[in-house]
């Protein structure tokens, strides 16, 4: 009799079917094998007490400061070690206590483990002589044979832009805009291409993405998240998928000293009310989209990328585009060109961590290490 240890990463559901284990067994057991670590911030001193005794009693625990049990402190940061079961069972339990329990408990419920979501690539086409990375633009010449290629090496989609949102960047007139997508888009319609791939224009102009809803596209890529009113009515009613991103300031100034008290809570925040709106204008097909690299600094984009599984509360895909950023040299200083191996290494990070859809501009060598990281996590 021999015995191994299994990572905490396997897909438990597939392990139990192959153990013979009966579905209704298996939901039960993976609940209990699905464990979580969940961080609460300003936690009433008293109720972290009583939290701390609830969890205990079902086999969990809360991780407190060692002068919590005095209250010597009104306000303490804990972390909850509790699995998908205990999760449920201690919501209930915390429902019917004092002390701002009551609100805590609905937030926890929503953090059990969600399932994964099948990986999606999408690729990037700059119609911009401004993009920082040069091989992500074309021209009118040769975008056809650049939207043959994605698709031939295995993009889920093409996100086509016609102005840069890299930090610096000033906006041009939407009809300046028009001007770059609107050949490329025609070709899009003309040519069918939206038969073979699904197709996402990244920009909040009315003007280029009725145009290009029109001839085909179904997603819009919205780096404002429905800042305007006109864009969240456009997209319900194409009932297009939109991608709301979390961005701060403006792509001039977004860079200069981006601060948070809590960068996580704060985008969970800005998720929320953009989420609302999206719900508000009739709008069913959302993905959320933390916006590496627009206002946030290195230590940000890495807990964000870390701790990424909790924005799946949400119930929404999760899009991460880190491909070739600039946070790639802040940790080894790499020219633009040569940082796509530091690409590949977050996105399979994001992609462990709840990230469906990886937004590249190498489509072909992602869809290599994505099947390869599939094959890992579905192993046993």
Avoid: W
């Avoid at 291409?193 to 145009?211: A, G, M, R």
């Amino acid at each position: 009799m021999r015995a191994y240890r299994l990572s905490k990463e396997s897909e438990f559901d597939k392990i139990f079917s192959k153990l013979g284990v009966t579905k209704e067994g298996s939901l039960i057991l993976q609940k209990k094998a699905n464990l979580n670590f969940i961080y609460i911030k300003e936690l009433r001193s008293p109720a972290a007490n009583i939290l701390k005794q609830d969890a205990l009693s079902l086999g969990a625990d809360l991780a407190v400061p060692k002068n919590c049990v005095t209250c010597s402190e009104k306000f303490v940061d804990a972390i909850l070690i509790a699995n998908d079961m205990q999760l449920k069972t201690l919501s209930k339990k915390e429902k019917i206590q004092p002390f701002g329990l009551k609100d805590l408990a609905s937030q926890i419920s929503s953090l059990a483990t969600k399932k994964r979501e099948k990986t999606k690539i999408m690729g990037v086409l700059n119609a911009n002589s401004d993009s920082f990375f040069q091989d992500s633009r074309f021209s009118a010449k040769n975008a056809e044979e650049k939207i043959q290629k994605m698709i031939d090496d295995g993009a889920d989609i093409i996100d086509i832009g016609g102005v840069s949102s890299r930090p610096g960047s000033v906006g041009v007139s939407e009809e300046e805009e028009f001007e770059r997508v609107k050949e490329i888009i025609s070709l899009v319609g003309k040519e069918k291409f939206y038969q073979q791939v699904e197709f996402s224009l990244d920009s909040y102009s009315t003007l280029s993405l009725k145009y290009a809803l029109d001839n085909g596209f179904g997603i819009i890529n919205d780096i404002t998240a429905l800042h305007s009113d006109s864009v969240a009515k456009l997209a319900a009613d194409y009932n297009a998928t939109v991608v709301l991103m979390h961005k701060l300031g403006t792509t001039k100034d977004m860079q200069k000293n981006p601060t948070y008290q809590s960068v996580m809570l704060e985008i969970d925040d800005f998720f929320a009310q953009r989420v609302a709106k999206a719900k508000s204008f009739g709008i069913k097909k959302i993905v959320l989209d933390v916006g590496i690299g627009f206002g946030k600094r290195l230590e940000h984009n890495l807990e964000l990328l870390h701790n990424l599984e909790h924005f799946l509360h949400f119930g929404y895909p999760l899009l991460v585009g880190a491909s070739r950023k600039s946070m790639i040299d802040m940790i080894v200083p790499t020219k633009t060109e040569d940082r796509l191996p530091g690409t590949i290494a977050l996105h399979l990070e994001a992609m462990k961590n709840g990230a469906s859809i990886l937004r590249v501009h190498d489509v072909k060598e992602h869809i290599q290490a994505v099947k390869i990281q599939e094959a890992l996590m579905e192993s046993f």
